[in-house]
């Protein structure tokens, strides 16, 4: 079982360009999460999506578009990268609303913007 | 907002001891989960542990347990007989289950380091 899976591993972007990191998950779960994570800040959460054809904000949305047009993707958009997106971002998926189960990640997209 | 704060950014360990790592939150729901995360030096985010709020037994997974004290909002993990495989950033998570509050909020992490 794949699980979930985020495409490209790393990535150097030159600074005004868009990029999309694609996620991918294959356990039919309806939540799915964008986070990006930084030295000394943790995780911090983008987008989410609590089911197909939904969306909402995280704690650091600016900059980044997300859609839901399936159950199995979750791509994260960035329309014109500056240097403060150089980050790792995690895609993850979980069962759902009111469910405790936990969420599970892909390996993460190593993004340098320059 | 739900906060989760974890107040020591780095911890060291002898190898077979026991460790202890530190997670407050801020919450006013009554029913919520917590989670442990270990992510080694691969990048992988690895579930250790969870607890949900309504069990008043502390969950345990092997060599690892928690202390979750839910007047004070306090959800600690011990680790025994630590191992060099142990050493990775740890963090603490809360999830909410009213609408809304479903998202994973993560605290800022731990670094554990093992000493052979």
């Known amino acids: 079982t794949a699980g979930i899976t985020q495409a490209p591993t790393s990535q150097i972007l030159a600074a005004g360009r868009s990029m999309t990191l694609r996620c991918t998950q294959d356990?039919?779960?309806?939540?799915m999460y964008w986070y990006r994570q930084d030295l000394g800040l943790g995780l911090r959460l983008i987008h989410y999506?609590?089911?197909?054809?939904?969306?909402g904000k995280g704690e650091v949305p600016d900059g980044y578009s997300v859609s839901r047009a399936n159950t199995d993707d979750f791509p994260l958009t960035l329309a014109s990268a500056v240097p403060s997106q150089t980050s790792v971002y995690f895609c993850?998926?979980?069962?759902?609303?009111?469910?405790?189960?936990?969420?599970?990640f892909g390996q993460g997209t190593r993004l340098t913007v320059v | 907002a739900q906060t989760v704060t974890q107040s020591q950014p780095e911890m060291s360990v002898q190898e077979a001891e026991t460790v202890t790592l530190s997670c407050t939150y801020d919450?006013?729901?009554?029913?919520?989960?917590l989670f442990w995360y270990k992510q080694p030096p691969s990048r992988q985010m690895i579930l250790v542990i969870r607890?949900?709020?309504?069990?008043?037994q502390n969950a345990t997974e092997n060599r690892f347990s928690v202390n979750f004290q839910k007047a004070a909002k306090s959800f600690s993990l011990k680790i025994s007989d630590s191992q060099l495989g142990d050493a990775a950033m740890y963090f603490c998570?809360?999830?909410?289950?009213?609408?809304?509050?479903?998202?994973?909020?993560f605290g800022k992490g731990t670094k554990l380091t093992v000493n052979p």
């Open positions: 993850a998926s979980s069962m759902g609303r009111g469910v405790g189960t936990e969420a599970f």
């Open positions: 356990m039919r779960h309806n939540a």
């Open positions: 999506s609590n089911t197909a054809g939904t969306t």
């Open positions: 919450t006013s729901e009554s029913d919520y989960y």
């Open positions: 607890q949900e709020a309504y069990k008043q």
């Open positions: 998570a809360y999830r909410g289950t009213q609408g809304g509050s479903e998202k994973l909020v």
